[in-house]
């Protein structure tokens, strides 16, 4: 990396905003690494922040004008907002700006770059097929939106030729990531608040696939056919993956067995021997389809690829086992999307014989109403269920809905369930620890603060 890092050396002083964020702050520190100045801020002080802070970074909060001091170069990302006074004071005083993604890019630029892409399964993906790469020796560089368990960090930059990163269709940025290799996961309706309608969506998806660099690869899931459609629009050699027996890369006799998965990978009707998966669910064994299908598609030994997934430790808030207390177990997730809900309960459902608590946390007012009948029927496989407020993050009060819509919709798609909808942590906490029972297990789910309620349980 060293002739980008070189790039960037002509500004002297380079300002994150919201550098709390786990993909900036993952820039920060490489570019830290690289001996530039760094600074930043955010809303609040968090244990992010210390850690920069702790790497020599200048970090100030809240957020003020004052924070840019003489930076002649600013990163921020879409959820800042437009009247964020750094924000305004950057463009009053003339400075450069880049969205997040265009330092990204900078600085994967001389590698031989993998973009992950697609509404669910982004981080494990990533994770997934940075795990399988270094196994293989091949030391990759790797940002992805999330803690790695392999690599303990949300980014490792490795020696090797490869980088693999979560490319963000929520926001389009992942336009500017031309000339890629790429993996196509999955694409539902979601991000409506920034796409306007479904087929917006579809078509940048679209524009990311045709923007793949004509020597490499396109790895699509199989199912359904839109990401095919999808993937159809790439100049690129296309592949599919996924569990049906028709795709290039697919799974046979898949097993749950203790806590992970085992199945036969098959490529192209050549079947290699088992392969054992440490986490759960059939959506990780597509994921693990998708990791085999890059290091395969990669000139890499299939079979030592399909070996190394049994080393994957996972991703932080990805099924994450935070303690059990009082005989009931405590499980951490990151489902904020219904399909996601419905995965991560369908793979509880079907590798534990107990009782589920889902605890979930709405994420985003627009997400809300946008997919609220989708929400309404997410907790099927759930025995009980508890709805807390709305979650906000970047968007204002919007009043045209709330937790009680949501709480109402599932009270009437799962008659006869226990469905509560409380508020307050302090009230999800006492009624899970008059709820529970000794066996059953409680899933935190949302992309908010949710997590808090778990580790409250626990006695974190």
Request: contains cysteine.
């Amino acid at each position: 990396m060293a002739d980008t890092s070189t790039a960037l050396r002509r500004y002297r002083h380079i300002h994150f905003i919201g550098i709390g964020g786990v993909s900036m702050s993952a820039l920060a520190s490489t570019l830290r690494g690289w001996g530039l100045r760094v600074s930043g801020s955010d809303r609040t002080d968090s244990p992010a922040l210390q850690h920069l802070r702790a790497e020599g970074i200048d970090t100030a909060y809240p957020q003020a004008a004052a924070n840019l001091g003489d930076a002649d170069l600013v990163v921020y990302t879409t959820a800042i907002r437009e009247e964020n006074p750094e924000l305004v004071a950057a463009r009053a005083q003339g400075k450069e700006l880049w969205h997040r993604s265009k330092m990204l890019a900078a600085l994967l630029d001389d590698k031989r770059r993998i973009a992950i892409a697609g509404t669910h399964g982004k981080s494990s993906t990533t994770s997934m097929v940075a795990t399988v790469l270094a196994y293989l020796g091949q030391d990759p560089t790797l940002f992805v939106g999330g803690i790695s368990g392999n690599f303990n960090s949300n980014y490792h930059l490795g020696a090797g030729p490869y980088a693999v990163f979560e490319a963000c269709e929520s926001d389009g940025s992942f336009l500017a990531y031309g000339g890629c290799s790429q993996v196509l996961t999955s694409a539902e309706a979601d991000h409506l608040d920034k796409h306007g309608t479904f087929e917006n969506l579809i078509n940048s998806f679209k524009q990311f696939a045709a923007s793949a660099d004509p020597e490499g690869f396109v790895a699509y899931a199989i199912h359904p056919p839109l990401i095919a459609e999808i993937a159809a629009c790439s100049p690129a050699r296309r592949v599919s993956y996924g569990l049906d027996p028709a795709a290039d890369y697919s799974a046979a006799e898949i097993e749950p067995e203790d806590g992970s998965v085992r199945f036969v990978p098959v490529i192209r009707g050549r079947r290699l021997a088992p392969a054992r998966l440490p986490v759960i669910g059939d959506h990780n064994v597509r994921n693990a389809l998708a990791a085999l299908t890059v290091a395969t598609e990669l000139g890499l030994d299939p079979q030592a690829a399909a070996e190394a997934l049994a080393t994957y430790r996972g991703v932080e808030r990805r099924f994450e086992r935070l303690g059990v207390v009082d005989g009931f177990e405590v499980v951490d997730d990151y489902a904020h999307h219904p399909t996601e809900i419905c995965a991560t309960l369908a793979a509880a459902r079907k590798h534990y014989n107990r009782r589920l608590i889902a605890i979930f946390q709405p994420h985003l007012y627009s997400r809300t109403r946008d997919l609220l009948d989708d929400f309404g029927a997410a907790f099927a496989d759930a025995d009980v269920v508890v709805i807390a407020d709305i979650y906000a993050a970047r968007e204002l009060l919007t009043g045209d809905i709330s937790s009680a819509d949501l709480y109402r919709l599932v009270c009437e798609q799962n008659l006869g369930k226990p469905v509560a909808y409380l508020p307050s942590f302090e009230e999800i906490v006492r009624f899970v620890r008059e709820t529970a029972r000794p066996g059953d297990m409680v899933l935190t789910m949302g992309a908010g603060d949710i997590r808090k309620v778990g580790e409250m349980l626990v006695g974190r």
